[in-house]
Each structure stands twice: as structure tokens, then as C-alpha cells.
T-cell receptor, first 113, second 112 residues
């Protein structure tokens, strides 16, 4: 079954803690993205990667870090520097030749304890 | 930076009424996409428009791309309860690579 898998579905972070959100895709897509969605709001781009071992900051990268060591995987770390991490995090992927149509995972809801 | 605004932010309609959401970009777009996010779900791709003035239909949904490629609209005829959700437009700036800028979204509620 092809698609994008995000885990965990729910995550709780303590003060001063770094947490990592997983995103795996088996669509053989080159590009992957991380978005943040706050209640009743749109999607804001955190980081994106168009190729393995390369990634670029999006509009709200501060307090976040990523890696792209494998084509299939694009984990997002929410660091302690992110003071307001409570949000819905969405991972997406797209194919270069596919008109940049983005396919989304089911998301991870992060809350602060 | 580039901004994509949508209006209205919220819309409540009675089932059977029509619905329209408008999307406006501060910069010219190479293409525009529309996504639907059901409550508690994730965005799902609906359609992509590429040409200036392009109009596409999907059953009761009609999508338009403006002549200047800076605005777009989604019109739903005779809404149904299954249309409930948030509709987002998303644009790619010419020369902007694969980066999409999402609009602020319009949340549609349909009442019986």
C-alpha cells in the first residue's frame, strides 16, 4: 500500500525536551516537505528537501531541524528552542515530474505537557 | 514574501445552496492547486490549473484560474454535507521550484 506514513499520531513534549517526528514515504518521490498547521489556520512551510542530503528552510524554520539521509525518510526534530510547539504537523511529498502535486501523511498532533 | 489570501475565512450554508471561495496571490503564479481537508484529516489534492483563464470542472465543483494568474476561485453548486471541510488553494511562484505557498483556507460548514 503506497503512501506517506507519519508517526506518532499524538506526541507530548516536556519543557526543554527535543522530540522527533517521523515521516516515511514509499512513493519514490524526490521532494519532501514539513508543514505546521495551527487551529483554524493554513499550512506554513517549515523545511523542504528536493533531493537526498539537501534541504532548505521554509517560512518558519526557527526552532526546528531536519535531515534527509534517505530518499524515503525526512524526520523533523522540534527543539527546545521552539517555544510554541503545540500544533498539527503535516509531512508531504511530491514528484519532480508530477506538477508538484503534494501527497500528505495523516499528521502528528504535538502538545506541550 | 509571497502571500496567498483566501476569502471568506468561514462559510455556513444550507444544504443545496451554492458556495464560492476566492484565492488571491501577491505575485504571479505558474500554477494553482486546490486541496480539501476534512475535519480531523489531512489535505487531499483536488485539481491543478496551469493556463491563464483556465476553467475545470469536477462534477459539482468548478475551478477557475484568473487571466493574470494571480487569483483563482472554487465554486460548488448545490452543496451537500459531504462537502464539509476546509478548502485551500496553493500556488507555485514562477521560478520558485517545488515550493508551494498555501492560502489561508476557507472552512465550509453545510447544515441540513
Amino acid at each position: 500500500d503506497g503512501g506517506i506514513t507519519q508517526s506518532p499520531k499524538y506526541l507530548f513534549r516536556k519543557e526543554g525536551q527535543n522530540v522527533t517526528l517521523s515521516c516515511e514515504q514509499n512513493l519514490n518521490h524526490d521532494a519532501m516537505y514539513w508543514y505546521r498547521q495551527d487551529p483554524g489556520q493554513g499550512l506554513r512551510l517549515i523545511y523542504y528537501s528536493q533531493i537526498v542530503n539537501d534541504f532548505q528552510k521554509g517560512d518558519i524554520a526557527e526552532g526546528y531541524s531536519v535531515s534527509r539521509e534517505k530518499k524515503e525518510s525526512f524526520p523533523l526534530t522540534v527543539t527546545s528552542a521552539q517555544k510554541n510547539p503545540t500544533a498539527f504537523y503535516l509531512c508531504a511529498s511530491s514528484n519532480r515530474g508530477g506538477g508538484n502535486i503534494q501527497y500528505f501523511g495523516a499528521g502528528t498532533r504535538l502538545s506541550v505537557l | 514574501g509571497q502571500q496567498v489570501m483566501q476569502i471568506p475565512q468561514y462559510q455556513h450554508v444550507q444544504e443545496g445552496e451554492d458556495f464560492t471561495t476566492y484565492c488571491n496571490s501577491s505575485t504571479t503564479l505558474s500554477n494553482i492547486q486546490w486541496y480539501k481537508q476534512r475535519p480531523g484529516g489531512h489535505p487531499v489534492f483536488l485539481i491543478q490549473l496551469v493556463k491563464s483563464g483556465e476553467v475545470k470542472k469536477q462534477k459539482r465543483l468548478t475551478f477557475q484560474f484568473g487571466e493574470a494568474k494571480k487569483n483563482s476561485s472554487l465554486h460548488i453548486t448545490a452543496t451537500q454535507t459531504t462537502d464539509v471541510g476546509t478548502y485551500f488553494c496553493a500556488g507555485t511562484v514562477t521560478g520558485g521550484g517545488n515550493k508551494l505557498t498555501f492560502g489561508t483556507g476557507t472552512q465550509l460548514k453545510v447544515e441540513l
